[in-house]
């Protein structure tokens, strides 16, 4: 008895058929992005000038290469430094010219003057982990948005988050321009004053 030969599939669509699934799910995907830090470098200037700020006014950070905080040169665990911070830009310790009339602080001459005045410089050595780094960061601009919240309650009556949402948000029916107008007071009361030390 012969044998039955078996019948071929035919493959020559296949390639096709392959591009055209590559080409949709590439068409239809969507791709996340990082944002990364939202960090804003100074403009760069051709004169060099010398800007002279207070000790009391700079609130300095640094972190070891053992990931061990020291802020003010002493040592402190991270889950503290929010607190910090936010006594340190709150404290609104000057007078006169340098008077800040909607601070909640201790009011100590030793601490900043007033969050305008107020300078929080960040040092790390190249040992330290990013992990360490970007925690510190958090809890840094953590302190920056709990001061605008509370300043943007009091005046408005809605948290600075909220703010900014409704900002960015295409389909907010309330009025654009006064929003930004408000948005950019409570950034002018509390100016986030971030400086990064470089490594030398």
């Not at 309650?153 to 408000?182: H, I, P, R, T």
């Amino acid at each position: 008895m012969a044998k039955r030969a078996a019948p071929e599939v035919n493959a020559g669509s296949m390639a096709d058929i392959a591009f055209l699934l590559l080409i949709f799910f590439l068409v239809t995907t969507t791709i996340e992005t990082d944002t990364g830090l939202n960090r804003k470098l100074p403009p760069i200037n051709e004169e060099d000038v010398d800007v002279v700020i207070k000790e009391k006014n700079i609130f300095t950070v640094l972190i070891n290469d053992k990931n061990q905080l020291m802020v003010e040169e002493e040592l402190m665990e991270i889950k503290d430094l929010r607190k910090a911070a936010i006594e340190f830009l709150d404290n609104g310790g000057g007078t006169g010219e340098d008077a800040c009339s909607y601070c909640k602080g201790k009011k100590s001459p030793t601490s900043s003057d007033n969050p305008d005045k107020a300078v929080i410089s960040l040092k790390n050595e190249r040992g330290t982990t990013y992990s360490t780094y970007i925690s510190v960061q958090n809890e840094l601009v953590a302190a920056y948005n709990f001061l605008r919240n509370r300043r943007a309650q009091e005046l408005y009556g809605v948290s600075f988050a909220e703010m900014q949402k409704n900002y960015d948000d295409v389909n907010y029916k309330g009025n654009k321009e006064k929003l930004k107008e408000q948005i950019e007071k409570i950034k002018i009361e509390y100016p986030q004053k971030l400086s990064e030390v470089q490594n030398k």
